[in-house]
């Protein structure tokens, strides 16, 4: 009797993750419909009344949207700039640390951030902004009046950011730490018998050894542009500051789930799809032009 | 060219130089400034509570009190949530890892070796790329009957699309003798994948399953989305409810604001957060050894 297949083994292997991927990523594709209709839960998707591009129209528009989205770009940029230059910088200055024990230590302690949730994290940064907390303290050390920060629009986006990248400069460091461990030590050696001091060695050197990885996270962290990170911002945004901060996630949170403008949330969340994707193909192209690597 | 020479080894020997210090400098003031808001949380829950609500909590409590956490021992609903949270990990994570598994096999299989191989990879890079978004997801976890139990935590988010891409880039990566040797022998595909893939990934695994259990432990959104009944809630969502104690959303004046961030129970949320975050430091020594090699392998490979 001839045994089974290989391929029947290999089709089974794939169907418990394929039906998962079926009902949770395929299926809710369908509701996309949402977004040309005006859809209504008692009706139900076959019965809502279909308005084409109305939705979409009307998301472009309003001047809500217009905040959101330089919102959430306004955001996302700064969190990418900060998010390579801070982690680059960092791994730079832990390259030349030759105590073993001292750079564990600083790594074991850099890493943690990452690994605690915004829930946990948003405590500690609303303590840290209020006005009994530390930054005012020291703000009053120089007899400046204690502000608002949480509460401000013109402090929100920042503290975002900055938070943010202290959240995740010591996990993004490692990628940079590995490619730095990658470049020849000859070619230091080659270059101070030169007399290229540690500056210029930093300079012709480490930057061109570590840049194309550079480049490659950069472009990786490009179809996240429209994904200014809900997280952070739920925890610590209030209608105060949502003129500022509120970013298409939490708009579309907001307004889908809580106010049930199903058909409006699913329109957002369509064009944020989309968006996504064309720069995700775009970022594909880049990195394989980059370098050999490719990102599938 | 002798002077050179001694020049040379001077340079070698530890001179400490005014750029080593601004180096030093600056890494400790990073780390501290990464260590400082943490210790603040932690001594806060050991704290008097006007000691905290007031303020004066630095890196070291002020008032040293264990009240905190004996309230904790009292909230029913915390160990609730905290057991609902553990269960969630141990289930999810297995079942991650069981989906990740024999999904990235095949796939990591030539299409001369598994004919459907591109087909199947199309369907789940398109599953990575897009997806319906969360309202139309909501509706889906709704008809299905899941809303409110610990399953809607757990299967919608069952398959990891990323660490399937990344084991099975890591499973093109094992000797194909090893594999002609056990078909030689007569191993069917199950076989050969639980004998010799899966000993040989253990890193990349590890990692994932790492990757798995933090996801797990610190989500709190699938819970406010999900769950409606406060006693089914996973920890950080029952945190995050208690943390937001007071309804932000019908926040509109700043005085209002600065009076309910001020008020919280401080010390009883800081001693909540702790024990949150005990079960992470527990395996973060393991966290660290793997993630950075897994980490490492799947992005700077050659």
Known sequence: ?296 | MKGMCVKMQIQKRKKLHISDVMIYLVTVLLMLLCLLPLLNVVATSFSSSAAATAGKVGILPVGFTFNAYRKILDDQQFWRSFMISLIRVVLGTILNLMLVITMAYPLSKSRREFHSQGIYIKFVLFAMLFNGGMVPLFMVVNKLGLLNSIWALILPGAVGVGNVILLMNFFRSVPKSLEEAAEIDGANPLQILIHIFLPASKPCLATICLFSIVGHWNDYFSGILYISKTSNYPLQTYIQLISAAFDLSKVTDIEKLKQYLSISTRTLNSAKIVISVIPLLIIYPALQKYFTTGLVVGAVKE
Request: hydrophobic letters at 50%; charged letters at 15%; glycine letters at 6%.
């Open chain 1, 1 to 296: 009797m001839r045994k089974p297949k290989k391929q029947l083994y290999y089709h089974a292997m794939m169907l418990p993750g394929m039906i998962f991927l079926a009902i949770f990523s395929f299926v809710p594709m369908f509701g996309i419909i949402m977004a040309f209709q005006n859809y209504i839960p008692a009706k139900g998707i076959l019965n809502s009344k279909w308005v084409n591009f109305d939705n979409f129209k009307f998301i472009f528009t309003i001047p809500d949207s217009k905040q959101i989205f330089f919102n959430t770009i306004t955001i996302a940029l700064g969190k990418m700039i900060l998010g390579v230059i801070v982690p680059v910088c960092f791994a730079l200055l832990l390259n030349e640390i030759r105590r073993k024990a001292f750079k564990k230590t600083i790594q074991t302690i850099v890493y943690l951030p990452h690994f605690l949730s915004w829930v946990v994290l948003a405590s500690v940064v609303q303590y840290i902004f209020s006005y009994e907390g530390p930054i005012n303290s020291l703000l009053s050390a120089f007899k400046i009046n204690p502000i608002m920060f949480m509460g401000s629009n013109t402090w929100f986006r920042p503290i975002m950011i900055l938070t943010e990248t202290w959240k995740e400069f010591g996990y993004g460091s490692i990628i940079y730490l590995a490619a730095l461990t990658g470049i020849d030590p000859g070619l230091y050696e080659a270059a101070a018998i030169d007399g290229a001091n540690r500056f210029k060695r930093l300079l012709h050197i480490t930057l061109p050894g570590i840049l194309p990885i550079i480049l490659i996270m950069t472009t990786m962290s490009l179809p996240n542009i429209l994904s200014a990170g809900f997280d952070q911002i739920f925890n610590l945004y209030n209608p105060l500051v949502y003129e500022s901060g509120d970013i298409i996630d939490t708009y579309v949170y907001r307004v889908g789930m809580l106010q049930r403008q199903y058909s409006l949330a699913t329109a957002v969340g369509l064009i944020k799809s989309v968006v996504g994707a064309v720069l995700i193909a775009a970022a594909n192209k880049l990195v394989t032009t980059f370098s050999d690597r490719r990102m599938f």
